[in-house]
T-cell receptor, first 115, second 115 residues
Framework: DTAVSQTPKYLVTQMGNDKSIKCEQNLGHDTMYWYKQDSKKFLKIMFSYNNKELIINETVPNRFSPKSPDKAHLNLHINSLELGDSAVYFC??????????????FGDGTRLSIL | AQSVAQPEDQVNVAEGNPLTVKCTYSVSGNPYLFWYVQYPNRGLQFLLKYITGDNLVKGSYGFEAEFNKSQTSFHLKKPSALVSDSALYFCAVRVGNSGYSTLTFGKGTMLLVSP
């Protein structure tokens, strides 16, 4: 059973298009995240949701809009795709709470390539 | 602000030899420290964490890490490396008892274990 699943695994599209990536977790966690990993493998947080509420929004262009219909799902919509958006996008989840000491569980990533 | 440094881009070790992957951190307050491993085309997998208590923590696949407060380090170790340990390793830190603070990752260290 996949704990954190992302679709699609690969996404190849043209500059200027709009695309979405979906994420679902079956771990019963209350917090979900989107990360971007660039070509040098550097990993950076983009967004975090706790119980469907946005709690962390790093400096990300407005073209990126996350949506959490329920606490098991966190989707990422990207408008007007640019060449610099090419990267691997990871979804993750964890049980949050006051102490923040729980590890995050990652999906296997969506490889986005902009032509 | 919090940060993590992994000074080595790559660590090479022969199978059967001990391995160390270095990590130093900077954080205001008590650190929560984590190690993750990433295999090719996969998401990050949690290995171990330090929250409080014993400075030597043991994790998955025979890995362990030692928290050193005076040197602000959290080096990952394994007594006897396996070829299958070859992967990309990330150290991460967040401020303790902070609920929704972000997890900051180091740039990653590639571990190559030769037969």
């Amino acid at each position: 059973d996949t704990a954190v699943s992302q679709t699609p695994k690969y996404l190849v599209t043209q500059m200027g298009n709009d695309k979405s990536i979906k994420c679902e977790q079956n771990l019963g966690h209350d917090t979900m995240y989107w990360y971007k990993q660039d070509s040098k493998k550097f990993l950076k947080i983009m967004f975090s949701y706790n119980n469907k509420e946005l709690i962390i929004n790093e400096t990300v262009p407005n073209r990126f809009s996350p949506k959490s219909p329920d606490k098991a799902h966190l989707n990422l919509h990207i408008n007007s795709l640019e060449l610099g958006d090419s990267a691997v996008y990871f979804c993750a989840s964890s049980q949050a709470g006051v102490f923040g000491n729980q590890p995050q569980h990652f999906g296997d990533g969506t490889r986005l390539s902009i032509l | 602000a919090q940060s993590v440094a992994q000074p080595e881009d790559q660590v090479n070790v022969a199978e059967g030899n001990p391995l160390t992957v270095k990590c130093t951190y900077s954080v205001s307050g008590n650190p929560y420290l984590f190690w993750y491993v990433q295999y090719p085309n996969r998401g990050l997998q949690f290995l171990l964490k330090y929250i409080t208590g014993d400075n030597l923590v043991k994790g998955s696949y025979g890995f362990e890490a030692e928290f050193n407060k005076s040197q602000t380090s959290f080096h990952l170790k394994k007594p006897s490396a396996l070829v299958s340990d070859s992967a990309l390793y990330f150290c991460a830190v967040r401020v303790g008892n902070s609920g929704y603070s972000t997890l900051t990752f180091g740039k990653g260290t590639m571990l190559l274990v030769s037969p």
